[in-house]
């Protein structure tokens, strides 16, 4: 998305709600010219600036705004979606007022439209594609919940389940539930059972996009601990790997960087940015879990990773996680822009290689 440095005729700053969004005009110097209240519709928007000449619309993302930036791109004007957690001046500021956010929007924009760091919305397709990769983790989630449910009720009846994993567990732990607590855990179980069958049904379809649209997960998938689920999800999440001129960028871009606050010889360790993606962060921090853990194979990554901790100190074990996931991060960006074969011991090897021609 390219943005006009050059201050515009007029500039709107759009605070989206669920219901009603507040807009507010500026003209080129600046000054207040109109102000309201607009339905969150598309009728109502095109009615408001379908007719209108084209505008700068600042807008912030959110529930609403991949499709709202539709329709006022359709009438003709220059939207700028803005990042919430990198515009200081909007996200932390202690007078929430929907005037007062429109307001910061169209001078913000007005000035340099960079000052509210714009983000561009994924194509249709990938953002159709990752809704399915979400549903997913919902029904992941109320399965986990639903365990959890039947483990605790067991317990405080003086019954412990038997290991298992959620995907056996209803079938398992159904001898074990006693008598007088079938009626209550019996219909759990057979809803475990559901979802079990609904979330292979997504695991299908998961693979099935990611060894027939998206072909370049299989570059990802060939590293240790990453697997169609989470190779799909970094190529649906990054979408276009070239609009990050370096790898190492990556990482900071889905919030895997510490914070930094450095003020004169002070510079303390802080906890990571936990910016961009959730979800796609959640599964990296998981296939670095995996790497670190004891199935985990024999590479570089493991190696690092394993030295981190290694090193003890606080929540050493925690920070080595998110260093190998954002390293992995890294990797995984390398791979696809490349189109490299994965080496598990590539730097292993060229280390020992350099050792035998100093030797």
């Known amino acids: 998305m390219k943005t006009n440095a050059i201050v515009p005729e007029t500039t709107v700053g ?87 956010d429109a ?46 449910h039947v483990r605790g009720v067991l317990k405080a009846h003086g019954t412990r389940p038997k290991k298992c994993s959620t995907r056996c567990f209803e079938s398992r732990v159904e001898e074990n539930v006693p008598k007088e607590l079938q009626p209550a855990l019996f219909p759990v179980l057979e809803t475990l059972g559901t979802l079990n069958i609904k979330i292979r049904d997504y695991d299908r379809k998961i693979k099935d996009l990611a060894n027939n649209r998206y072909p370049e997960t299989q570059l990802l998938t060939a590293v ?53 993606d959730r979800d796609l962060r959640r599964l990296l921090i998981q296939a670095a879990n995996y790497i670190l853990g004891p199935f985990g194979k024999d590479c570089d990554l493991r190696r690092w990773g394993l030295k981190l901790t290694a090193r003890g100190g606080k929540n050493a074990k925690k920070r080595a996680k998110t260093a190998v996931a954002r390293k992995l991060a890294v990797l995984l960006h390398r791979l696809w822009v490349t189109g490299e074969v994965y080496e598990p011991l590539r730097q292993a090897s060229r280390q020992k290689n350099a050792g035998k021609q100093r030797a």
Request: no cysteine.
């Open 14 to 100: 759009l605070d989206l709600g669920d219901r009603f969004s507040y807009f507010l005009f500026l003209d080129r110097d600046g000054e207040v010219v109109e102000h309201g209240r607009v339905a969150t519709s598309e009728v109502a928007l095109t009615r408001k600036f379908g007719r209108l000449p084209p505008m700068r619309i600042a807008i912030e993302t959110g529930m609403h705004s991949r499709w709202v930036q539709k329709v006022l791109e359709a009438a003709e004007h220059e939207v700028i979606v803005a990042n919430p957690r990198k515009v200081r001046l909007i996200g932390n500021n202690d007078t929430k007022d929907d005037r007062l």
């Open 103 to 148: 307001e910061r929007l169209a001078r913000l924009a007005r000035v340099d439209p960079k000052l509210l760091s714009p983000v561009q919305h994924r194509g249709a397709r990938a953002h159709v594609d990752l809704t399915i990769l979400r549903s997913r983790d919902i029904l992941v989630a109320a399965r986990t919940q639903m365990v959890n």
């Open 224 to 276: 240790n601990g990453v697997g169609d689920l989470i190779g799909l999800s970094y190529v649906l999440t990054l979408e276009e790997p070239r609009r990050f001129k370096e790898s190492r960028t990556v990482g900071a871009f889905l919030g895997l960087r510490p914070r930094q606050r450095q003020s004169g010889s002070k510079d303390p360790e802080l906890r990571i940015t936990k910016a961009g």
